[in-house]
Every structure is written in C-alpha cells, then in structure tokens.
C-alpha cells in the first residue's frame, strides 16, 4: 500500500495572506511543514502542491518535491490535480499551516485504512477534544459530532452539540484539518460539485457527507497549532522557542 503526503498550499490565504512564506524560527512556515512530515518516515514521498511560484520555488530550493496546479477552492481539489498521474494508494494531506504535527496522529490515519479489508472507508480525520468556552464558540474551529463508531455526521463552526439541556455533560470535538484519503475516492471527490451546506459553512469534508460518503474521525490529544491569523503564528514562534 503506497502511501504519499501531500500538503496543499495557495498563497493568498484570505484571513492571513502570504502566511505560508512567514518565518517560523530559521525557516518559512511551509518548509518547517514540509520537512517536519518527511521527518516522519511514514511516507513513500512528500509533496507540496500550489498555484504560487513564490511557494514552488521554495519547496525546490530546500531539495523538495513540489507540483504546479491550477487555482482551486479547496485543497482536497488542488490534491486530486496534484495526484492524478502519481502511483500511490493512499493519500494524506497535511495542512501547510499546520507545521508541528508528530507522527503519531498520522500512522493513526494510515492504519485506518491497513484494517479496511472491504475498502468501505474513502476518507480518515483527526479531532481533538475542546475544553474552554471561548475555544468552542470560536468560528475558525470547526467543530465535528460523530457517531458510536466514530464517524462523522456533520462538522459546523457554530457550536454543535449545542448544549439545550444542562444536566447532561456535553464533549465537544475540534476538526484537525489533517485527511487520509483512498486515491481513487479523492479523484471522485474533485468530480464532485459544492453543494449548499459546504458553500454555507465553507467546510470542504462536508462534501463527502453531503454524497454520503463515510468519514472515520479519530480522536488525537496533540496539540498543534493551525496559523490562521498573525496571532497564531505568535502562538508557534513560542512554542518554537520552548522546544529548542
């Protein structure tokens, strides 16, 4: 079972433009992400797809591989131009402004799909547990419920579950933008087109659910931190610092 990583990466980030070139210690937000998933050794190859040659050319200066696409809506799209003429069963796509992901939530997805004899799974996700207020409420958190066996029903930036009766504790569960797909359901999915709840809530795995499609959530206590906004890149030169 070949298995590739393959990280999406647009330029013009609409919260934080150009964030993916920003400098997180001695290196650029994308190169940190690049060489922290080969650093992993889980993968038979790494690639960084985008529509930047500013982003491109950093990939290839530091001895990366790195695909040109077309301009898309979403990095699931970009990843299927990306992967159409590259031999690989598996892919997991890794958010290029997720850059300290370890390796064990990530051979947590892979062997999602080593125990999928009937291949009835198309696509594995991590969620994380959310325990603050403020973090729950927080649109840029995509929330996901899930079913008894740990598949997905909805993902929402508003609060879901939302807590109607007080007297039953409520868990609430953050959406990792980290995906492991089948190749073959990923081409399918760039064949597909936006229907209204994923226009809505700009969430692109509601997609498979919407063509009902099966997403298995696994759950993950690491804690990255996903660059959205100037403020988040703060958060990982900090957590940069107290690691080095």
């Not at 990466?9 to 290196?27: N, T, V």
């Not at 598949?151 to 933008?177: M, Q, W």
């Not at 969430?203 to 931190?225: A, N």
């Amino acid at each position: 079972m070949k298995t590739i990583a393959v990280i999406p990466a647009r330029y013009e980030a609409s919260r934080f433009p150009g964030k993916l070139m920003q400098i997180l210690g001695d290196k650029t937000v994308i190169a940190t992400t690049y060489q922290n998933v080969v650093e992993t050794e889980l993968f038979d190859e790494v690639f960084v797809a985008t529509d930047s040659e500013i982003i491109f050319n950093e990939i290839k200066n530091i001895g990366g591989n790195a695909v040109m696409t077309g301009s898309h809506e979403t990095g699931s799209d970009r990843i299927a131009e990306a992967v159409q003429n590259i031999d690989c069963d598996i892919v997991v796509n890794v958010q290029g402004d997720e850059p300290f992901l370890k390796t064990e939530p990530l051979k947590q997805l892979i062997a999602v799909f080593k125990d999928d004899q009937e291949e009835k799974i198309s696509l594995a996700s991590l969620k994380i547990r959310l325990h603050e207020k403020e973090e729950i409420e927080n649109p840029n958190n995509v929330k996901v419920i899930t079913d008894n066996q740990g598949f997905a029903l909805y993902f929402s930036r508003s609060v879901i579950p939302y807590p109607r009766e007080t007297s039953v504790k409520t868990e609430y569960f953050k959406h990792i933008g980290v995906y492991a797909f089948r190749k073959k359901a990923l081409l399918n999915f760039a064949k597909l087109k936006m229907m209204p709840l994923e226009i809505a809530e700009k969430i692109e795995c509601i997609r498979y659910l919407e063509y009902g499609m099966k997403i298995k959530m696994i759950e993950t206590d690491f804690v990255g931190v996903g660059i959205d906004v100037p403020e988040d890149l703060e958060k990982a030169r900090e957590i940069l610092k107290r690691n080095h």
